[in-house]
Nanobody, 119 residues
């Protein structure tokens, strides 16, 4: 069964850090382009960080550049999002996405994990 499971969310004070994890089962993450998205209440889902299956090209939303880092551990079939210097505006549900296009598109989403930044 194909599945993505996020974890690591929670409540943190402004300026704090969290590391989100996205564990895959039923497929190999290293062959997919991986992304983290987030959706705040009343707002559209937005792309936060992305890298291709080769992992050589990482892209970040301007709002998180220099504070968030996306990475992958192929041995654990897991993708991470390290979030530092968190701000209240980072509060959202964070989703992991895996996408691969061959003769068809494979597009998988996790269930999301809540991140709340508040004092």
């Amino acid at each position: 069964q194909v599945q993505l499971v996020e974890s690591g969310g929670g409540l943190v004070q402004p300026g704090g850090s969290l590391r989100l994890s996205c564990a895959a089962s039923g497929f190999t993450l290293s062959t997919y382009d991986m992304s983290w998205y987030r959706q705040a209440p009343g707002k559209e889902r937005e792309l936060v960080a992305h890298f291709t299956s080769l992992g050589s090209n990482k892209n970040y939303a301007d709002s998180v550049k220099g504070r968030f880092t996306i990475s992958r551990d192929n041995a654990k079939n897991t993708v991470y999002l390290q979030m530092d210097s968190l701000k209240p505006e980072d509060t959202a549900v964070y989703y992991c996405n895996a996408k691969r296009t061959t003769w068809r598109t494979y597009d998988y989403w996790g269930q999301g994990t809540q991140v709340t930044v508040s004092s």
